[in-house]
Structure formats: structure tokens, C-alpha cells
């Protein structure tokens, strides 16, 4: 069936309310668009979609989905269905003081479900509908209260933004430290093997960068130093068997060459592996 964009029409009429609110049911779907206002839509009856950023958002009953201005999308409307759509100028935003400096949360968008936002959404939906009976109602200081309860709203999910980013990272600091004390252990027991940064960071699952940067911050140092470092550990409880050579104290570690061997153990050590080794015996 063709569609004839009459709803699109109708979203780009302005009047002087800095709050627009649009009871919806018409069966068009909106092209690519952007404008400049943050646009809140609330499913009544059917499902809607909306496409951003090459995702595709279905919209149920009982949920929203907050558009920041600037952001282009489309939407797919269903033959049938009934919802709201709501459009906010930025001054109602402004209004709100430290609700400008939050907007970064809501990009691209927001869709507020309940298997994801079941603590705020009702109360979030409330705050929507008690706009709409303001609207409906036409009393006095109409566009003062309805744009009151659209900076609640605002500012409700935008502080459920900033806790839902904080455990997330949370939780993903909790992944992280998980993974790297597993990345550590396998880095001590197999020290004598020929480990390498790319290695290590497909045994972690993060990219070879991103692997290399999150291990210096929480280590102080690359993983090459730690790597050694441990291999060097190895290297002393080796040669505190008397009966081992110094050859196999150097194969045993994964060193390649006794040169090599004696190099890298005076240079974290400050003394040869034979000094070592002769101290050790005197102490005992």
C-alpha cells in the first residue's frame, strides 16, 4: 500500500507551545528525517518501529523511546495502532538546570523496556500521561505544566542513564579484573613458554590494543615486563636446586641461550644467575 506521509505533515506544523503533543493512528511511515527538537514517542496500542543508525527499535505498548535532536531516523508504522508522539523545543530542556549537560546519555537514542528499565518505566509513563491530560484538560498555565512534567520525565531517565552506565561499568570492571587475574596466572604457569602480546590478548578476548592499554593500567607496566618478570621468578626457585645446571636452569625458563639467560636475569636481579645461586648457598 502507498503511503501518503500525512502524519510527517502534521509533526512539522508548529505552533507556539514549546511541548507538542500528537495523538497518533495514522498508518504512515516516516522517511530519513532530522529535526531539531527531542522527539519522545509512547506505543499505546500496536507495535512501532523506528530505524537508527541502522538499527531497527520495536517499540511495544508500555515502552519509549526518546530521540535526541539531531539524530536522523525513520519510522515504520504498523496498519493500525495508536500512539503519542511527543515533540520538545530545547528550552524545556534548558529549563531544567544540569539537564543540557546530560544530553550525551541519550544518544543516539533511548528505548526504555521493561525487561531492561522496569525500575523507572512506570513511573516514567506516568510522567507522559499526565502531560497528555494536561493537554487534553486546556485549564490554565497548560504549556507551564506540561512542560513540567516533560523536564520529570527528562531528568527521571537521565539519572537512570547515569546509574545504569554506572553498573555497567561496574560490571564490566568486575569482567575485567576477572579476566586479567586469569590472564596472570596463565602468564606465571606457563612463563617458560613462548608467550606473545598478541597471544595473550586473543587468550583475554579483547583486541591486541585494547589488551596492551588495560594491562599497563592495572599492572604499571607492558606485558613483556611482567612476562619476564615472572620468568625470572621461575629462574630463581630453579636455581635453588643444586643439582640442575645452569644450562638447564636456562632451557627449564624458556631461555633460549645462556647468554640470553644471564642477560635478563642480572638485569631485573642485579647479579648473574651464578652470583644468585652462590648467595642462596651461604645463606643456607
Known sequence: MERSFASLRQLDHHDSSPVRIYPNNEPDDYPAHWHRKVEIILPVTES?????????????????????????????????????????????????????????????CVHLRPETDGKILDTAIDYLLRAVTEHDKREIMEPAAICAWIDLFLIHVARWLVERQE??????????????LDVYAYIT????????????????????????????????MSFYEF?????VMLCRQLLSEADLSMTEVAS?????????????????????????????????
Open 48 to 108: 512501532y518501529a523506528a530505524i537508527i543508525d541502522n538499527h531497527r527499535y520495536e517499540m511495544q505498548p508500555g515502552e519509549v523511546l526518546v530521540i535526541p535532536s539531531g539524530v536522523v531516523h525513520e519510522i515504520l508504522a504498523p496498519p493500525e495502532g495508536t500512539r503519542y508522539i511527543f515533540m520538545v523545543d530545547h528550552e524545556v530542556v534548558d529549563m531544567a538546570d544540569g539537564l543540557s549537560a546530560m544530553q550525551h546519555f541519550f544518544y543516539p
Open 167 to 180: 553498573t555497567d561499568e561496574s560490571d564490566r570492571r568486575q569482567h575485567m579484573n576477572e579476566t586479567l
Open 189 to 220: 604457569e606457563h612463563c617458560s613458554e613462548q608467550l606473545t602480546l598478541d597471544g595473550m590478548a586473543a587468550y583475554s578476548g579483547y583486541s591486541k590494543y585494547h589488551f596492551a592499554r588495560i594491562f599497563n593500567e592495572y599492572t604499571g
Open 227 to 231: 612476562f619476564l618478570r615472572q620468568r
Open 252 to 284: 627449564r625458563a624458556g631461555f633460549g641461550s645462556i647468554a640470553t639467560f644471564n642477560r635478563v636475569f642480572k638485569q631485573y636481579e642485579g647479579i648473574t644467575p651464578t652470583q644468585y645461586r652462590t648467595m642462596r648457598q651461604g645463606r643456607r
